[in-house]
């Protein structure tokens, strides 16, 4: 059975800093992984998905690493903003169907 | 272009009560999800649809949950009768036709259910 966790829970650092949000799964038998961001009374919007066969997507300041023989993905903010405070969420598509599993999130909190 | 919508934003419910939740995808998407979050937990899968049909409805918690997609436009999702635990916020999503499986989804900003 695929669980997804992600570390920390909770996150709050100083505008401008680097930071990464880290995801692990526990089966590597994954289609692909998708990073999301929630904003309060928000849907979710898709950022980086990355396919099973690739190891990184870049999206402007982001980037998502993948590494599926350790079931680990990681997204990488730079130079962090008060804009980028959300709920980020990593889901991984399973092989056989189009079900996304999910993790709880993480909550980021930019201080400016 | 407009989004995927969902309808209503809130809705709160007493025990027992009938809710119906709507969902519209964005024009042309022939995949539509229902997802949920309920209080504490992580997002987890209801059903999805390919047109009209259901492709996987593996994630219906029971038979009070009932989905429909008629004419593969706009979806439905009705809870007969609500119980206090189907209370979370509930999440419709589409995309495009499945090419390769890696087609981005688009979310709606969801219907929070609140059964009282």
């Known amino acids: 059975k695929q669980e997804v966790t992600q570390i920390p829970a909770a996150l709050s650092v100083p505008e401008g800093e680097n930071l990464v949000l880290n995801c692990s799964f526990t089966?590597?038998?994954?289609?692909?992984l998708q990073w999301f961001r929630q904003d309060p009374g928000k849907g979710l919007t898709s950022l980086l998905l990355?396919?099973?066969s690739q190891r990184e997507q870049t999206s402007g300041r982001l980037n998502a690493s993948l590494d599926k023989s350790s079931g680990r993905s990681t997204l990488y903010i730079a130079a962090s903003q008060p804009g980028d405070s959300a709920t980020y969420l990593c889901?991984?598509?399973?092989?056989?169907?189009?079900?996304?599993?999910w993790g709880a999130g993480t909550k980021l909190i930019i201080k400016p | 272009e407009a989004g995927v919508t969902q309808f209503p934003s809130h809705s709160v419910i007493e025990k027992g009560q009938t809710v119906t939740l709507r969902c519209d995808p964005i024009?042309?998407?022939?995949?539509l999800y229902w997802y949920r979050r309920v209080m504490g937990k992580e997002i987890k899968f209801l059903l999805h649809?390919?047109?009209?049909?259901?492709?996987?409805e593996s994630g219906m918690p029971n038979n009070r949950f009932l989905a429909e997609r008629t004419g593969g436009t706009y979806s439905t999702l009705k809870v007969q009768p609500a119980e206090l635990e189907d209370s979370g916020v509930y999440f419709c999503?589409?995309?495009?036709?499945?090419?390769?499986?890696?087609?981005?989804?688009?979310f709606g900003s969801g219907t929070q259910l609140s059964v009282l």
């Open positions: 999503a589409s995309s495009q036709s499945p090419g390769q499986g890696n087609e981005k989804l688009f």
């Open positions: 024009s042309g998407h022939d995949n």
């Open positions: 649809f390919v047109k009209e049909s259901k492709q996987d």
């Open positions: 089966d590597s038998a994954i289609y692909n």
């Open positions: 990355i396919q099973s």
């Open positions: 889901a991984v598509r399973r092989d056989s169907n189009y079900q996304l599993i």
